[in-house]
T-cell receptor, first 114, second 113 residues
Framework: KAGVTQTPRYLIKTRGQQVTLSCSPI?????VSWYQQTPGQGLQFLFE???????NKGNFPGRFSGRQFSNSRSEMNVSTLELGDSALYLC?????????????FGPGTRLTVL | AQSVTQPDIHITVSEGASLELRCNYS??????LFWYVQSPGQGLQLLLK??????LVQGIKGFEAEFKRSQSSFNLRKPSVHWSDAAEYFC???????????FGRGTSLIVHP
């Protein structure tokens, strides 16, 4: 099976712009989670989508949003970018059902905000 | 709420030496426990996991971890470290009620030749 893919791998934006990141999960996985990773804060959970519905949400402002499509692919959007949004954004997929707590991670999207 | 503590931010070992990375968790019931490794610029790769059963778990790349309920620990070990093991290691804990694991802050492993 192909692994989790994320596009783009690298992105440079300026403050105030918005950005959309994409994640394609492993075939058959219905859960997609997003994380923000920074040197200062470590891995922070953004949100999780399961069957096109947001099932869990972390403690991030409303500028961070996401969605999931019927094929389980997910997008994450950040509006009005701030310098502090510079980070590695990781996507992880899992079957999302009872007993399947293991997450499979993509390579990440490195976002730089100037 | 569940939580994970990785007390060591950095660990330095010589190639060929043994390794133990510490992980302590806080959770009321039997947790799901994971160790992930992250190489620079990459995503996280699962090394091993504990759900139930034998408390000594074998993983990939020669790693193992032992679940000790009395100490709320899940330490990662490797008998002989290779230079390619230099990376960031994350311990994570999950519960039956949540599909989202909680990650520790990570331990950076430096391997000297």
């Amino acid at each position: 099976k192909a692994g989790v893919t994320q596009t783009p791998r690298y992105l440079i934006k300026t403050r105030g712009q918005q950005v959309t990141l994409s994640c394609s999960p492993i075939s058959g996985h219905r859960s997609v989670s997003w994380y923000q990773q920074t040197p200062g804060q470590g891995l922070q959970f953004l949100f999780e989508y399961f069957s096109e519905t947001q099932r869990n949400k972390g403690n991030f402002p409303g500028r961070f949003s996401g969605r999931q499509f019927s094929n389980s692919r997910s997008e994450m959007n950040v509006s009005t970018l701030e310098l502090g949004d510079s980070a590695l954004y990781l996507c992880a997929s899992s079957p999302g059902t009872s007993g399947s707590h293991e997450q499979f991670f993509g390579p990440g999207t490195r976002l730089t905000v100037l | 709420a569940q939580s994970v503590t990785q007390p060591d931010i950095h660990i330095t070992v010589s190639e060929g030496a043994s390794l133990e990375l510490r992980c302590n968790y806080s959770y009321g019931a039997t947790p799901y426990l994971f160790w992930y490794v992250q190489s620079p610029g990459q995503g996280l790769q699962l090394l091993l996991k504990y759900f139930s059963g034998d408390t000594l778990v074998q993983g990939i790349k020669g790693f193992e971890a032992e679940f000790k309920r009395s100490q709320s620990s899940f330490n990662l070990r490797k008998p002989s470290v290779h230079w390619s093991d230099a990376a960031e290691y994350f311990c994570a804990v999950g519960s039956g009620g949540s599909y989202i694991p909680t990650f520790g802050r990570g331990t950076s492993l430096i391997v000297h030749p």
